[in-house]
């Protein structure tokens, strides 16, 4: 009986496994399509300094627009074009669909570029490639785009990976006037001692400790050490994930005044950023 069991348990962890690596198998053949045909369009999350009052940036975050599901979001589908290598020639389509956008947005007028920076994320092995310096260089100059309007999200894996390269070119790129956020931050492996080597411009606190930060004092103390900390690097910080006016005061009560989050704005398409500009460009002084 317990061995009958048993080769059913083994049986059912066998097709399981069987689904699984099929299902992975046809998302990745229908990403082939996706990529081939250019399914994908960029979301735009307005980032908000709630002292300012005003809209000091957003972040692109890709969005898949499948024939029959519909858009989905990238939890789905990111790590398999990266896994793939497919995620090389999106990355590319994303930086220039990201300048271009905020060509467009300069040439009417709804951004002052010295008051407006677009986050675009950039995964490992795509900040691995030995030519990245230079498509980051070829997507600004290529639309006219002033490089301090293009911010860099890297996360914490990037630089575990090979510290002396990731400076090499986070300089090479600071020195075009690009700017670089660690995103996710608390989340991954690095040192502080990396993080302090890095030539970074701003921290983003990521939502794992936003979401509680009102209920839970880990996590309240946890957020106040990395405000605490980024004022000591000199970095500028920016919430992720705030959802609630609870958590927003919060924040404030601890200097940290720039967020993005569902409270002010989930990611919109590009029509509904660019009304969002209108309506809140009251408080932008004029370009
Ligand atoms: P991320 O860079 O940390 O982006 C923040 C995520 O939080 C986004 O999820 C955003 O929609 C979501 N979010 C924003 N406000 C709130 C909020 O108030 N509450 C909650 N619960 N969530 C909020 P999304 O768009 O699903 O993106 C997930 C991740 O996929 C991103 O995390 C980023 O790591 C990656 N990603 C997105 N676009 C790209 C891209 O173009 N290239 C690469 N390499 N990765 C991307
Ligand atoms: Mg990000
Ligand atoms: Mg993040
Ligand atoms: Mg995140």
């Not at 069987?18 to 399914?39: M, N, Y």
């Not at 980032?47 to 519909?70: C, N, S, Y």
């Not at 950039?122 to 070829?138: A, K």
């Not at 839970?216 to 919430?239: F, S, Y």
Request: charged share 25%; with cysteine; net charge negative.
């Amino acid at each position: 009986k317990v061995k009958e069991n048993g080769r059913n348990g083994i049986a059912f962890f066998e097709q399981a496994m069987q689904i699984a690596a099929s299902e992975r198998l046809s998302v990745e053949t229908e990403l082939r399509v996706a990529v081939s045909k250019c399914e994908f369009v960029l979301f735009y999350q307005p980032q908000f300094d709630a002292l300012e009052q005003r809209i000091v940036g957003a972040e692109a975050l890709i969005r898949w627009m499948h024939p029959t599901k519909g858009l989905t979001g990238p939890m789905g589908f990111i790590h398999v074009l990266e896994e793939s290598g497919m995620i090389l020639e999106v990355g590319t389509w994303v930086l220039g669909r990201a300048c271009q956008f905020i060509a467009e947005l300069l040439r009417q007028g709804h951004i002052n570029p010295e008051e407006f920076s677009l986050s675009v994320n950039i995964s490992p092995r795509q900040f691995r490639q030995p030519d990245f310096v230079d498509q980051v260089r070829h997507a600004i100059e290529s639309r006219g785009v002033p490089a301090r309007c293009l911010k860099l999200e890297i996360t914490e894996n990037i630089v575990i990976q090979n510290i002396s390269d990731t400076i090499a070119k986070m300089q090479e790129l600071r020195d075009m006037g690009v700017r670089f956020a660690l995103d996710d931050f608390g989340t991954g492996y690095s040192s502080l001692s990396y993080l302090k080597r890095l030539p970074l411009d701003l921290l983003k606190i990521d939502q794992s400790f936003i979401r509680d930060c009102t209920r839970d004092a880990n996590d309240a103390e946890i957020v106040r050490a990395i405000i605490a900390m980024a004022r000591n690097l000199r970095l500028e910080l920016i919430a992720e994930g705030v959802e609630t006016q609870e958590q927003l005061d919060f924040l404030q009560t601890q200097s940290c005044h720039a967020f993005q989050g569902y409270l002010y704005s989930p990611p919109v398409a590009e029509g509904d950023f660019v009304r969002i500009l209108k309506r809140d460009s009251h408080a932008l002084p004029l370009p």
